[in-house]
């Protein structure tokens, strides 16, 4: 045979081969780049969703109320449709025909959370995507005669419901260390937590007032007036009003003066030498006293190994074994409010357990009463995504079953949202200096500064109040110039266990390696303290504080 | 004297087509493949620092050490646009009925590279920019196989090539 022949016999061989293996290589590289591009969508209209959450709760001033809660995340979830729809629908894929695609969403809420998805409707005898009940971050206990269930939250809060040394009890409240805190005055409203003095203090924002026909009152600029919060709702005092009638309550951006003499008599009694003082903090730390000395009395011997599953048997599947260390025994190695305590990584676990549980059963229920070949399951999440879900407002997205390619797309999106009005987190509170600028409570450059003030973050983002089609107007609550080493440039913090615990451990460039810095008795620590307890004392809860 | 020739012809003919052909249609793929595992993996390390908030320095070596796998070298440009809202504050405090006027300020590659090296992190906001654009530097053998029939010339005449970028969507400080 010939050269030439040989040649070509080899070309006709080898091209088929190149061509099947060129065409295979193109599939996987077009299956691969759909994929990322899926993933990117859904991780934008998962963070459209909760950004519509977040925009819906800060301007909705009853956002925390339940029915309102429901409304505000239903807007939200169809505005992770209408997202991902939009972004899809240029490849071909209707907004409708996605829903079919998407499982569950996770709603991570204060103290437990809701799950989307389809749900079988018995009077329509039919299948029908809705939100599914509220789930509680519960565990039930039980311990000789005890028998008792305690719902968990994102926070130091705890509900308590069952029999306890023979009575059947319901109690709420916050959990902190009680040896810390000491010197209850009541006349005065002082006491002390942890060396700091809480005491009353003058709180004010800026809001922008209509009048009756709905012309903003003072166009320069928003007015700034002293609150306080009373039963969930802010009270502004008016030191010059003329009709001598000083407080108002801020209803759809108007004045509603306050003529119940109820409200009054507590709101003049707080009125001292002209300013409108807030006794939050100090009733938060006076309760949390009270309710964590009863707990610790009543349940200070609990432990993991009495946590019981709704049959009754012994739950070992929890994330963190703490073993043998009693929960509810409240002190220095075990202080609520810290990372790494007995009581967090209950906590902690005890929310993983419930969501991974309830969302599994959601995820593998959806593929009854559904027409597709693919089976829904509920994928693993590392432990960075159950690190962001057990701290903060969370939004959980699932995408199964989209064929792409030569394969089925299955992804999940998790991301957190910390300025909300659901959750006052650690590092949720801002910090105004006397200069007037705004840091987090973590910066640096203000361990020795003298403080001014402390607001949730909330109220340093911007609300608007629609006029007309054509006019909006638009104002910060607390409009402080941004510090440019922590808020802006978000690299020079420490970490906030510190700042609650006491000491700090800061980088510092003039000094070889870190510096420990004490932090106790510095105006930044005991004004932080204060606003923390402050501002969860003022948030709405559900289950607000039972007496002990 | 003509068949001879003929001969030299074949041989050439049958040497392009027995060795040249296959090697550049399979190295073609093998820049196919890098290309791929390059997309992805700029893909992966940007949504990290998206869903994050942190870009970190171990981050940065896995994913450095995942494209250079290829067996091509690279070109990395990152780039951060760090939101300032302060400019917009200022503005709506005067007048209330405008929308603040945001800043961004920009961090490029060398820059970020020297605050991974000194503070093994760089903690990123709500809001913040981040674009990875990547490019091979080196000539692969399909680059070397195809400047053999016709010469590229420029700064346009890289082969593997990705990009992503996006808006941070968490705080990194928690």
């Known amino acids: ?548 | 004297m003509g068949d001879s020739l003929i001969t030299i012809i074949a041989i050439f003919l049958a040497a392009i087509l027995m060795f040249v052909f296959p090697l550049m249609s399979m190295s073609e793929r093998t820049d196919d493949v890098s290309q791929l595992a390059v997309q992805t993996a700029t893909t992966e390390y940007v949504d990290t620092i998206r869903t994050t908030g942190k870009m970190t320095l171990d981050n940065y070596d896995k994913y450095m050490e995942t494209i250079t796998a290829t067996g091509n070298s690279f070109e990395v440009d990152m780039q951060v646009q760090v939101l300032d809202e302060n400019p917009g504050v200022k503005t709506t405090q005067a007048e209330m009925t405008k929308i603040g006027e945001n800043l961004y300020y920009n961090l490029y590659t060398s820059q970020i590279e020297e605050k991974l090296q000194s503070n093994g992190k760089i903690t990123l906001k709500e809001g913040d920019l981040v674009s990875v654009t990547v490019r091979n530097t080196n000539q692969t053998i399909s680059q070397l196989l195809k400047n053999f029939f016709y010469q590229l010339a420029g700064n346009d005449t890289y082969q593997i090539a990705a990009q992503h970028g996006g808006m941070v969507t968490v705080n990194g400080t928690k």
């Open chain 1, 1 to 548: 045979m010939k050269l030439q022949h040989l040649a070509i016999i080899f070309v006709i061989i080898i091209l088929p081969i190149s061509m099947v293996v060129t065409s295979y290589i193109q599939t996987q590289i077009d299956t691969i780049s759909v994929q990322t591009t899926y993933s990117s969508k859904l991780q934008n209209a998962t963070y459209d969703a909760i950004k519509a959450f977040q925009l819906n709760t800060i301007n909705n001033r009853y956002s925390s109320v339940s029915d309102s809660k429901i409304r505000d995340i239903e807007a939200s979830i169809s505005t992770f449709f209408n997202s991902i729809g939009t972004k899809m629908g240029m490849d071909g894929i209707d907004q409708d025909a996605l829903r079919e695609y998407v499982p569950a969403m996770l709603y991570v809420m204060y103290d437990g959370y809701y799950i989307y998805g389809k749900y079988r409707n018995e009077s329509t005898d039919s299948y029908q995507y809705g939100l599914k009940p509220y789930i509680y971050y519960s565990c039930r206990y039980i311990k000789g005669a005890d028998d008792f269930v305690v719902n968990y939250s994102l926070d130091n809060a705890i509900t308590i419901y069952g029999t306890v040394d023979g009575q059947y009890v319901t109690k709420s409240g916050y959990l902190i260390n009680p040896n810390l805190v000491s010197n209850i005055n009541e006349t005065d409203k002082t006491l002390t937590y942890d060396g700091e003095t809480i005491e009353k203090e003058v709180l004010s924002e800026q809001i922008v007032l209509l009048n009756e026909a709905g012309e903003v009152i003072n166009t320069n600029s928003p007015v700034d007036y002293q609150y306080i919060v009373y039963q969930n709702a802010k009270i502004y005092y008016d030191p010059t009003a003329t009709d001598g009638m000083n407080y108002f309550w801020y209803t759809a951006n108007k004045k509603q003066k306050i003529y119940d003499q109820n409200i009054l008599n507590y709101v003049q009694s707080m009125t001292i030498g002209g300013n409108l003082y807030s006794e939050s903090a100090f009733q938060y730390y006076k309760q949390a006293y009270e309710f964590s000395t009863w707990v610790e009395e009543h349940l200070g011997n609990i432990t993991q190994s009495d946590a019981r599953d709704m049959n009754g048997d012994v739950i070992s599947d929890f994330a963190v074994n703490t073993g043998e260390e009693k929960i509810f025994r409240l002190n220095n190695t075990n202080n609520p409010l810290l990372d790494g305590s007995t009581f967090n990584e209950n906590r902690i676990s005890v929310i993983r357990r419930s969501i991974q549980t309830n969302l599994a059963t959601a995820i593998a229920n959806y593929n009854q009463g559904g027409n597709q070949n693919y089976e829904f399951v509920l994928p693993v999440f590392t432990e960075e995504d159950w690190d962001k879900i057990v701290n903060n407002i969370t939004v959980a997205s699932f995408l199964q079953g989209i064929p792409i390619g030569s394969k089925f797309f299955n992804n999940y999106c998790i991301i957190t949202n910390d300025k909300n009005e659901e959750v006052v987190t650690e590092d949720s509170l801002y910090i105004i200096t006397q200069d007037g600028e705004v840091h987090l409570p973590t910066c640096k450059t203000i361990t020795n500064s003298t403080v001014t003030g402390v607001y949730s973050n909330v109220t340093f983002e911007r609300q608007s109040i629609h006029i007309s089609d054509t006019y909006e107007v638009h104002y910060y609550p607390h409009a402080n110039s941004k510090c440019y080493d922590c808020m802006v440039n978000v690299s020079e913090t420490y970490d906030i266990d510190g700042l609650i615990s006491g000491t700090i451990t800061v980088f510092d460039p003039t000094q070889t390696g870190n510096q420990t810095i004490n932090m106790k008795g510095t105006s930044l620590r005991k004004q932080y303290l204060a606003a923390l307890g402050r501002e969860r004392y003022d948030l709405y809860r559900t289950n607000d504080y039972f007496g002990v």
